[in-house]
T-cell receptor
Framework: DAGVTQSPTHLIKTRGQHVTLRCSPISGHKSVSWYQQVLGQGPQFIFQYYEKEERGRGNFPDRFSARQFPNYSSELNVNALLLGDSALYLC??????????FGPGTRLTVL | EDQVTQSPEALRLQEGESSSLNCSYTVSGLRGLFWYRQDPGKGPEFLFTLYSAGEEKEKERLKATLTKKESFLHITAPKPEDSATYLCAVQAGYGQNFVFGPGTRLSVLP
C-alpha cells in the first residue's frame, strides 16, 4: 500500500508570494493533519481535517488555510509568504485519533 | 496549555551501549502518548502508542513505558542504524490535536 504522498518535494518562493502544498493520505484514512517543522524543533500543528471538515487549528495566522477534498486528499495554502515561513511542511494521515502516519514533507524556502 | 519536553537534547552512544530517552508532559487529561523516529530530511515514522500509566510496548531494540507524568524510550544494545531523532507527542483528548516535543537526537557510533 502506498504511504502518504506530498507534492512538491521542494519549493522556492519569494516573500509575498502564495504557495499551495498537496497531500494524499493512506487509502482508508479520513483524517489529515498539517504540521510545520523548523530545523531542530518538533512538528508544530497547523490544521486537522476529518471528513472534509476542519477539526482543529493551531496557533498560525490567517495567511494559512487548508481544505480537504471528497477523496480525502488535502491542500495547504499559505498567502503573503514571509521569510519565517521557510520550513518542512508535513502532512499526516490517520484513522481518527490513532497514531499518525507522515509523508516525506515539502521543503519550502522563502527568499 | 499542553506541553511536552524531551531530554536529553542530544545523546551519543557507542554501539551496544543501552540508554533511555525521556519525554515529560503536562496535559489536562492524557488520551495517548506517541513515539516517532525521524531521519534527517524525512517525515516522522510512527513507533508506539501508549494509553495508560504502566503500559509498555516493545519493538526490536526499543521499549516504551508510560507513567502519569512521563514516558521513557529504552534502547537496548543500539546499532548505528538506530541513529535518528526520536520525537514524542501527546493527545489530550479525543478530537484534540497532537502536541510534539522538540525531540532527542540520538547518534550511535560503531
Amino acid at each position: 500500500d502506498a504511504g502518504v504522498t506530498q507534492s512538491p518535494t521542494h519549493l522556492i518562493k519569494t516573500r509575498g508570494q502564495h504557495v499551495t502544498l498537496r497531500c494524499s493520505p493512506i487509502s482508508g484514512h479520513k483524517s489529515v493533519s498539517w504540521y510545520q517543522q523548523v530545523l531542530g524543533q518538533g512538528p508544530q500543528f497547523i490544521f486537522q481535517y476529518y471528513e472534509k471538515e476542519e477539526r482543529g487549528r493551531g496557533n498560525f495566522p490567517d495567511r494559512f488555510s487548508a481544505r480537504q477534498f471528497p477523496n480525502y486528499s488535502s491542500e495547504l495554502n499559505v498567502n503573503a509568504l514571509l521569510l519565517g515561513d521557510s520550513a518542512l511542511y508535513l502532512c499526516a494521515s490517520s484513522v481518527l485519533d490513532a497514531g499518525e502516519f507522515f509523508g516525506p514533507g515539502t521543503r519550502l524556502t522563502v527568499l | 496549555e499542553d506541553q511536552v519536553t524531551q531530554s536529553p537534547e542530544a545523546l551519543r552512544l557507542q554501539e551496544g551501549e543501552s540508554s533511555s530517552l525521556n519525554c515529560s508532559y503536562t496535559v489536562s487529561g492524557l488520551r495517548g502518548l506517541f513515539w516517532y523516529r525521524q531521519d534527517p530530511g524525512k517525515g516522522p515514522e510512527f513507533l508506539f502508542t501508549l494509553y495508560s500509566a504502566g503500559e509498555e510496548k516493545e519493538k526490536e531494540r526499543l521499549k516504551a513505558t508510560l507513567t502519569k507524568k512521563e514516558s521513557f524510550l529504552h534502547i537496548t544494545a543500539p546499532k548505528p542504524e538506530d541513529s535518528a531523532t526520536y520525537l514524542c507527542a501527546v493527545q489530550a483528548g479525543y478530537g484534540q490535536n497532537f502536541v510534539f516535543g522538540p525531540g532527542t537526537r540520538l547518534s550511535v557510533l560503531p
